[in-house]
């Protein structure tokens, strides 16, 4: 085929395709008379239109799906978010209102104690964790008033003493540890004086130089004898156990659980004065 006859095919084409489509344009909408030529064209292309609109749909149908996830994945981070808002909005709450809880079994002790005591609140500020279970640092010092030697409590019983003393801290020596024994007693026989002390740097006491023909028995509270010059007597140490003899059976000893939770310590009091000594359980819950 030549160029001129490729040309001229080319020009027919083209003024075929004007006519059709002058002849389509002319049936108007409301006309429902149809000229036989656009009829045939329109069926002729009846099955592209179809395939075309389908294909169409299929395209927006796509595209909606994509616009949708977007959509949606965008409202899950923001739900996600406010989720981690409101659960830290939760946290906060209980957290406060356990504190509330402590404070105020705090300040009931203090003033169901005033008579005997003069109690300055101090919170724990740091813990050695080399030494979890043997001291304590308090925001509260020298310019509070506080002093080396002075004891320790809260609302359920012994914490321990000051050792170390700045202007505005103090070091606790736990009786957890074996260097802060304590002279203790059996409660309900008032009499049985021992010696307290830590257990292996654990959170259980023990209350050695008993005489193996001692009336000790589980279940039964020991407090501070008053002995020793440094503990006021009637301060509730623990409740006893477990009672194991010695190996050369002349001796027995007491396993003691505190009644203080040392793993949870956040407020202490500090005792900067005793005016009457207890001569019962103090701190009964």
């Known amino acids: 085929m030549t160029k001129t006859k490729k040309i001229i095919g080319g020009l027919s084409i083209l003024v075929i395709l004007i006519i059709i489509l002058r002849v389509m344009v002319t049936t108007g909408v409301d006309d429902k008379r149809m000229f036989p030529l656009g009829g045939a064209f329109r069926e002729i292309i009846a099955p592209f239109q179809e395939g075309i609109t389908v294909a169409m749909e299929a395209t927006d149908d796509l595209l909606a799906y994509f616009s949708d996830n977007k959509l949606l994945r965008q409202q899950n981070k923001e739900l996600a978010h406010k989720v981690v808002v409101l659960e830290e909005e939760v946290f906060s709450l209980k957290r406060q209102k356990l504190e509330n809880q402590r404070l105020l079994k705090l300040l009931n002790y203090k003033k169901e104690k005033e008579n005997n005591y003069e109690l300055e609140i101090a919170k724990v500020i740091g813990r050695d964790p080399s030494s979890w279970y043997e001291t304590l640092t308090v925001n509260k010092g020298s310019k509070q008033g506080v002093e080396v030697e002075m004891t320790v409590v809260n609302s359920n019983g012994l914490i321990g003493r000051v050792i170390r003393v700045t202007n505005n801290t103090a070091e606790i020596l736990l009786i957890l540890d074996r260097e802060g024994a304590v002279g203790g007693r059996i409660f309900e026989s008032r009499l049985t004086p021992g010696v307290v002390e830590g257990v292996n740097n654990s959170q259980y006491l023990q209350m050695i130089h008993l005489p193996h023909d001692t009336l000790v028995e589980v279940g039964q509270t020991v407090v501070t004898s008053g002995l020793g010059g440094i503990f006021p007597e009637g301060i509730r140490i623990g409740q006893i156990t477990e009672i194991v003899s010695e190996p050369s059976g002349l ?16 407020e202490i009091f500090i005792m900067k004065q005793v005016k009457i000594p207890e001569n019962s359980i103090v701190g009964e819950n």
Do not use: G, R, Y
């Not at 027995?252 to 793993?263: G, M």
């Open 251 to 266: 001796m027995k000893v007491a396993i003691i659980q505190p009644f203080v939770d040392f793993s949870c310590l956040e």
